[in-house]
């Protein structure tokens, strides 16, 4: 049996690969307290595989996880998938009725950063003087509150989390937009058998440094994918962490390396003098909610 790491339990994470891999009877899930240690599993083996949430509608990329993935391991993306994240607050007790009433004895919240920054409208509008605690991820917040057994200390947290440490949901999808929607990668050494549903298409990722900083490279760069009319679907620029000012260019691209323009296209790249390094070339899949939603 697979073994795949992930942050856990009570994430959105574990939620996401649940209801995308399915929730256990073909692949072993083995939670850890941070990313880090997600990571780290996969590239000591003593895991298969790292789930890894890498990108959100509003908060945009994960950086700190592109950047372990630039710099830190060199694990190929086998897949990726989205999943939607509705933040829930999560309290002792049954709380006071309405959310007003609910909010008005807190003091301090505690969640994962990203989660903070995906409520941060409702933060400021109902809990603008509170404390704000950050921990690895919101399974570990919502595990902490329970554990203190404080009426003044909430959790933003998926409802699982809420299950599993004893948790009253006083209010539920407190996030600041309602279509919030995560990315998650699978990464790990070898391919994986997925679920028997057809990818939307094949993605591949790949980082790319250029020669020099001269004027038009990137147009160069990008002039290889739009004459061989190749869509990108993300560009971002990294730190290559060598020299201030200097950056990788992180590009997904909307095409298989078993194409024949893509191959091609990167030939043509290394040509003018840019690396490229391959990240993975994997399929993608939105989201397809298991049951029928409301
Ligand atoms: O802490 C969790 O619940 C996570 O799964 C982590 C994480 C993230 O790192 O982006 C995943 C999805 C949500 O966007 C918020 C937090």
């Excluded at 570990?140 to 009253?168: F, I, K, Q, T």
């Excluded at 000012?245 to 040509?271: H, K, R, W």
């Amino acid at each position: 049996m697979k073994r795949i790491a992930l942050l856990g339990p009570g994430t959105f994470t574990e939620e996401s690969a649940h209801s995308f891999l399915g929730s256990g009877e073909t692949y072993e899930y083995v939670n850890c307290k941070l990313i880090d240690d997600v990571f780290m599993s996969t590239v000591n083996g003593e895991t298969d595989y790292s789930v890894i949430p890498i990108e959100n509608t509003f908060d945009g990329s994960v950086r700190l996880h592109l950047d372990w993935l630039i710099h830190e391991v060199d694990l190929p993306m086998q897949a990726e998938w989205v999943f939607p994240i509705s933040i829930n607050l999560l309290g002792i007790g049954a709380g006071k009725g309405n959310l007003e009433a609910s909010c008005s004895g807190l003091t301090k919240i505690i969640s994962h950063g990203v989660t903070l920054t995906q409520c941060r409208q409702f933060l400021r509008k109902y809990l603008p003087h509170v404390e704000l605690e950050q921990v690895g991820s919101n399974g570990e917040a919502a595990r902490l509150v329970s554990e203190l057994g404080r009426p003044d200390v909430a959790a933003l947290a998926p409802n699982g989390a809420g299950m599993l440490y004893g948790l009253h949901t006083w209010a539920p999808a407190v996030q600041d937009h309602q279509n919030n929607y995560t990315r998650f990668l699978l990464v790990g050494n070898e391919p994986i058998q997925l679920p028997g549903r057809a990818p939307d298409f094949t993605k591949t990722t790949i980082i790319v440094t250029l020669p020099d900083d001269y004027p038009g490279g990137l147009h160069q760069l990008l002039s290889a994918f739009a004459w061989r009319r190749i869509n990108l679907s993300k560009i971002e620029s990294r730190p290559t962490k060598k020299k201030l000012g200097t950056y990788y260019f992180y590009i997904d691209v909307e095409a298989s390396m078993d194409s024949v323009l893509l191959p091609a296209a990167l030939q043509e790249i290394e040509a003018i003098g840019c690396q490229v390094r391959l990240l993975g070339c994997y399929p993608t899949y939105s989201y397809e909610p298991v049951h029928s939603e409301v």
